[in-house]
């Protein structure tokens, strides 16, 4: 848990999942990024879900919902997430409900991102969770994932149909957007071209969710991206921007998918790589 002033920030975990280890450190070798997570026998990494519960007094706001219970067996077979229920046991564990949600940003609409949205029973019906939020995304990224302009973006964004078609309360954003007071997003690109972060600025600190930008500790140093981002200088420029306001700011840094760590305080510039000052773990 994080307080800033009035706002109270939890990471609530939506369960661990398995990736690819090749695919999340793009052109970094497997030997160097092997000793920081270690793959398994398929060459899969241990990955997190977590979401940002940021409390103001007046909006319950979550960032992203995980993967959620919608893949089918062969991707519960690649991916294999733990159960969906996971977010809202955390929800729980602060004395919420999925209806007491009253925003849900989503970073961008990559299927770890956006599948909690939905529940789906075995017969194949959907049902939204969040009956009460409004969700916030980049109006670019909502166009582009139900209008994919290749065949790459249509891969990426083949869940998108069935994940927005049960949400009737959107506000699509254009650029850098206020979400409540002491809550805005601001557009990264580098992932996806319109990934945003969350900030949250009250009691001279907060929090900027770095979502995809930095999705595991080990993506911190400057050169360690992933395959999956569409424009990977982008991400580049990204990091040194959100860095260079979380020291300057005294913010914290998270992230989406480290398995260990929630969020983190960064240590001053300089060195080889860029150092946790201290961290949130997870759980
Ligand atoms: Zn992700």
Redesign the pocket.
């Known amino acids: 848990m994080l307080q800033a002033g009035h706002i109270t920030i939890h990471f609530l975990n939506a369960g661990f999942w398995w990736d690819d280890g090749g695919a999340q450190f793009g052109i970094v070798p497997r030997e160097l990024w092997e000793k920081e997570k270690p793959a398994n026998a398929r060459h899969r990494i241990k990955m997190s879900l977590t979401c940002p519960l940021i409390l103001t007094g007046h909006e319950v706001i979550l960032v992203d919902t995980g993967i959620g219970n919608r893949l089918s067996e062969r991707e519960r077979q690649i991916y294999d997430p733990e159960p969906a229920t996971r977010l809202t046991d955390g929800l729980r564990e602060v004395g919420l409900a999925p209806g007491d949600v009253t925003h849900v940003v989503f970073s961008h609409l990559?299927f770890?991102?956006v599948g909690g949205v939905l529940d789906k029973s075995p017969s194949g019906d959907l049902r939204p969770i969040f009956t009460k939020a409004r969700f916030y995304i980049q109006k670019a990224e909502w166009d582009l994932a139900l209008t994919p302009t290749d065949e790459r973006l249509a891969a990426a964004y083949r869940h998108a149909p069935e994940c927005l078609r049960v949400l009737d309360n959107v506000a699509l954003l254009e650029g850098d957007s206020a979400i409540a007071p002491a809550v805005r997003t601001a557009v990264s690109g580098g992932h996806a071209d319109w990934h945003q972060c969350v900030i949250v600025e009250a009691g001279g600190t907060g929090l900027i969710h770095l979502?995809?930008i930095v999705?595991t500790t080990s993506h911190i140093r400057l050169a360690w991206n992933a395959a999956y981002d569409t424009n990977p200088l982008g991400t580049i420029t990204a990091k040194k921007r959100f860095f260079a306001e979380a020291r300057a700011k005294h913010l914290w840094v998270s992230f989406?998918?480290d398995d260990h760590v929630a969020a983190a305080l960064l240590g001053p510039e300089g060195g080889k790589a860029p150092q946790l000052a201290e961290t949130i773990r997870i759980g």
């Open positions: 990559h770890d991102h979502a995809d999705p989406s998918h």
